[in-house]
């Protein structure tokens, strides 16, 4: 069977089905279009010239942001904040971000700091990417490969990991906190979730976008064009890069 690749989308709706109310043809819009991330992920995805989704997945693209900027949010964005609900996150909370500078990470920071109103955001990567964490909102950026995390005597209410280090996350975590991963295996008492795509996520988020208080941030390399694919996801399984991997245009 022939499978097309391919989570995110942003584009124009060229056809709506008899049920929809929301959008009408021409509207511009953006989203995750697999409901459930690792269950039964649909065959045809969103790098082909069309696709088709659900209502309930989009949102209308915010007004600012160009369709590459807005195709690199859905997955990340999403992903970053239903794990700050999931570890009941709030104002004057403060939070550890494991891998800060990748899709997810570079969102779990600004969302906890300038959506959510953390009191301390603190985040690690390699050297080369401190400024960017503290340009997102990380009062503490760390270099991963200088400080091990775990061993700071402060300790956080929330740590997020991104990058599948729970053995470490569950000793920087206060006693009565959270620990969240979206990468296994995981040492309790850690918990793991996939995300659940809703495009009422999305117009959540829309005024923060809207006014750049939350930004999307793209691989100095991106966007790859169509033709370039297969480089696209060499570059992405390096686990170099920073933020979001995006193919545009597609034919």
Avoid at 85 to 101: C, H
Avoid at 107 to 126: C, D, E, M, N, R
Avoid at 131 to 159: C, H, M, Q, R
């Amino acid at each position: 069977m022939k499978i097309v690749a391919g989570y995110d989308v942003a584009g124009v709706v060229v056809k709506v089905g008899s049920q929809v109310k929301n959008f009408k043809e021409g509207d511009e819009v953006y989203g995750d279009l697999n409901e459930k991330a690792l269950d039964h992920p649909k065959s045809y995805g969103t790098l082909a010239e069309y696709t088709a989704v659900q209502e309930r997945l989009l949102a209308l693209k915010p007004k600012n942001l160009s369709f590459v900027e807005a195709a690199s949010l859905p997955l990340a964005i999403e992903t970053a904040y239903e794990g700050l609900e999931r570890t009941e996150f709030s104002a004057g909370k403060s939070i550890l971000v494991l891998g800060g500078a990748g899709g997810v990470g570079t969102h779990i920071i600004q969302l906890a700091k300038h959506v959510f109103g953390a009191s301390k955001v603190a985040a690690t990567s390699s050297i080369g990417k401190l400024e960017l964490l503290k340009s997102l909102g990380a009062d503490l950026a760390i270099d991963y490969t200088k400080e091990n995390f775990e061993d700071l005597p402060e300790k956080f209410d929330v740590v997020y990991d991104a990058v599948g280090q729970t053995d470490k996350a569950v000793k920087a975590v206060k006693k009565d906190g959270h620990v969240v991963t979206i990468v296994g295996p995981v040492i309790p008492p850690a918990t793991m979730f996939v995300l659940t795509s809703k495009g009422s996520i999305l117009e959540k988020l829309k005024s923060y976008l809207e006014s750049g208080k939350v930004k999307p941030v793209i691989d100095p390399k991106s966007p790859f064009p169509f033709s370039k694919t297969i480089e696209a996801f060499s570059h992405l399984n390096t686990n170099r890069a920073t933020g979001k991997v995006v193919v545009y245009p597609i034919p």
